[in-house]
């Protein structure tokens, strides 16, 4: 009995100094078949009125990397008479562990753009650069919450409590 206790105890005390190691190894297993394009197709797009939305996985030196590329409706409470505008900025804390996958986006009016960004730029500064130019709306920058889960390889399921829309992003 004495030696089930300390063989016990030896397990949490492994785990409890491990386990930040042990996150982080679930973190990345596997991580290689999420990289990827998926789009979110916006049942209000058109040819004339794009307002789909992606999101780009990729491995860059063992680390995963995401970026979103979004609309101003993603932070803007209720846009009224004018058009949205768009931005890419990196997935911030982003982790996969499982089936879930978890980030945040910070979003300032200086990231918003006049029209949708091109998936090979990959910062508000390329896009700058290769003549994007700033919205010329304002309004409250933003950091906002994302998890949602993997239905396959292939699909991100997003239930989004502070929005009546749930988005499922399908890898392309």
């Known amino acids: 009995m004495k030696s089930l206790i300390l063989g016990i105890l ?17 973190q990345y297993v596997n991580f290689e078949n999420y990289c ?5 197709k916006h049942p209000s797009s058109s040819q004339s009125h794009n307002e789909d939305q992606y999101i780009v996985l ?4 063992r680390i995963l ?10 932070i803007d409470e209720a846009r009224e008479d004018y058009f949205q505008a768009y931005f890419v900025v990196k997935m911030e804390n982003l982790s996969i562990i499982g089936d879930s996958i978890k980030f945040t986006l910070y979003v300032s009016n200086e990231d918003l753009l006049s029209k949708p960004i091109s998936l090979k730029l990959k910062s508000t500064q390329e896009a700058m650069s290769k003549g994007y130019k700033n919205w ?15 239905i396959d390889s292939t699909t991100i399921f997003f239930n989004l409590e502070d929005s009546n829309l749930n988005k499922t992003f399908r890898k392309i």
């Open 10 to 26: 030896f397990l949490l005390s492994y785990y409890s100094v491990n386990s930040d190691k042990i996150h982080k190894a679930q």
């Open 36 to 40: 990827g394009v998926y789009k979110f």
């Open 58 to 61: 990729s491995k860059i030196n």
């Open 65 to 74: 990397i995401g970026l979103y590329y979004g609309t101003s409706d993603e």
């Open 136 to 150: 010329g709306n304002k309004i409250p920058s933003a950091k906002k919450e994302y998890s949602g889960i993997f």
